[in-house]
Antibody
Framework: EVQLVESGGGLVQPGGSLRLSCAAS????????MTWVRQAPGKGLEWVSA????????YYADSVKGRFTISRDNSKNTLCLQMNSLRADDTAVYYC??????????????????????WGKGTTVTVSS | QSVLTQPPSVSAAPGQKVTISCSGS????????VSWYQQLPGTAPKLLIY???KRPSGIPDRFSGSKSGTSATLDITGLQTGDEADYYC???????????FGGGTRLTVL
């Protein structure tokens, strides 16, 4: 059974830092990309960041680029999100999710069929003075 | 403002059918595959449909997805009160090199 358990959330002052972790089990962690998605109170889902299976490829939403760093330790089946220079609008529940699918190339185009097949229960980050 | 556009809310009576639309562009839905997620109140999102129209194991066939051009649709038939939830479409945006979600649609089963 796939399990994803986030931790590390809490209350932090604006400008502060926090490191989120996601412990994965029930699948071969090193074979799959992973992603972080957040949800501000009463709002919709917002994609935050993703990392390839080996950790060499990383992607960020513009809203967090330069402030957040995603990483993974495949020997420990752990996904992390280092969050620096936190702002009030970073307040949200942060979910980690396993990514499946892939992409293929057809002529000059690439088509992506990624999807988030398993989600953790989330960890809450509150940025406030 | 979300890159993918969904209606904020839809409603229908138990047993009826509802359709939730998701509109995008050539850089996202038009060229890539769409997935749908169900978020029941107070819980984490759950995968409902992937690769436009495939259902994960355990998802009833009352839920179906389709895609045409730069739009995608989620159909739910035989509505049940337990289907009341927020529904999100999502896909990769090749121009932005980022994942994009719709703003979400709240389903009310009257």
């Amino acid at each position: 059974e796939v399990q994803l358990v986030e931790s590390g959330g809490g209350l932090v002052q604006p400008g502060g830092s926090l490191r989120l972790s996601c412990a994965a089990s029930g699948f071969t962690f090193s074979n799959f990309p992973m992603t972080w998605v957040r949800q501000a109170p009463g709002k919709g889902l917002e994609w935050v960041s993703a990392i390839g299976a080996t950790g060499s490829d990383t992607y960020y939403a513009d809203s967090v680029k330069g402030r957040f760093t995603i990483s993974r330790d495949n020997s420990k089946n752990t996904l992390c999100l280092q969050m620096n220079s936190l702002r009030a609008d970073d307040t949200a529940v942060y979910y980690c999710a396993k990514v499946d699918g892939g992409h293929y190339v057809s002529g000059p185009m690439s088509s992506y069929y990624y999807y988030m097949d398993f989600w953790g229960k989330g960890t809450t980050v509150t940025v406030s003075s | 403002q979300s890159v993918l556009t969904q209606p904020p809310s839809v409603s229908a009576a138990p047993g009826q059918k509802v359709t939730i639309s998701c509109s995008g562009s050539s850089s996202n839905i038009g060229n890539n595959y769409v997935s749908w997620y169900q978020q029941l109140p107070g819980t984490a999102p759950k995968l409902l449909i992937y690769e436009n129209n495939k259902r994960p194991s355990g998802i009833p066939d009352r839920f179906s997805g389709s895609k045409s051009g730069t739009s995608a649709t989620l159909d739910i038939t035989g509505l049940q009160t337990g289907d009341e939830a927020d529904y999100y479409c999502g896909t990769w945006d090749s121009s932005l090199s980022s994942w994009v979600f719709g703003g979400g649609t709240r389903l009310t089963v009257l």
